[in-house]
């Protein structure tokens, strides 16, 4: 009798340190690194002098730096482009009819969100059994597996309606001979 209660409480005890290691934000790739990692170090611009000293800018807590790193703008700059037409909400005139296009069945005005709730959503749901989340276990490409689109099947679907697709690579599972 005393060894069934000890079961019970070891058993409970296990329950209830599963239950704390549970997430709100599942995460399916479960990548994890003891070693340092060498992409969070970023070099920083030199430090500039300005010309007059009255004309910079109020500090901004959690704002940007002038020397703090910024990769997409600087390759932007670097492949001939402007680095100013990066910022988020402004359409430029040579967009406006692409933007025009793209929207002509209508946008939702939350569309990321909602695509973020129901991401969420899919991945609470598929967030892989209990033994593959307890040791890591990458569950990633199972989880979503069933959203995947089979490239093959789907170039033989739009050949038989008669869509062009000469660029389109040989499927590597058919030998030709």
């Not at 069934?4 to 990548?31: H, K, Q, W, Y």
């Not at 909400?89 to 069945?105: D, N, P, W």
């Not at 490239?151 to 499927?171: K, N």
Request: charged fraction near 20%; hydrophobic fraction near 40%.
């Amino acid at each position: 009798m005393r060894g069934m209660v000890g079961i019970r409480i070891f058993a409970l005890a296990g329950l209830a340190t599963l239950a704390a290691c549970a997430s709100d934000n599942p995460e399916l790739m479960n990548i994890r690194s003891d070693t340092p990692d060498e992409f969070a170090i970023l070099p920083t611009k030199p430090l500039e002098a300005p010309e007059d000293y009255t004309a910079l800018p109020t500090p901004t807590p959690g704002g940007i730096n002038l020397v703090d790193p910024n990769p997409q703008a600087d390759a932007v700059a670097a492949l001939g482009g402007n680095p100013d037409r990066l910022a988020a909400g402004q359409i430029y005139a040579g967009e406006q009819g692409l933007v025009s296009y793209t929207g002509r069945y209508g946008v939702p005005a939350d569309i990321r969100a909602t695509i973020a709730a129901e991401d969420l959503a899919w991945r609470q749901e598929n967030n892989g059994r209990l033994l593959e989340r307890l040791f890591n276990v990458n569950v990633y490409y199972s989880s979503y597996k069933p959203m995947s689109l089979d490239q093959h099947i789907e170039l033989d679907r739009l050949r038989s309606l008669g869509v062009r697709t000469p660029s389109a690579p040989p499927d590597p599972q058919i030998k030709v001979e």
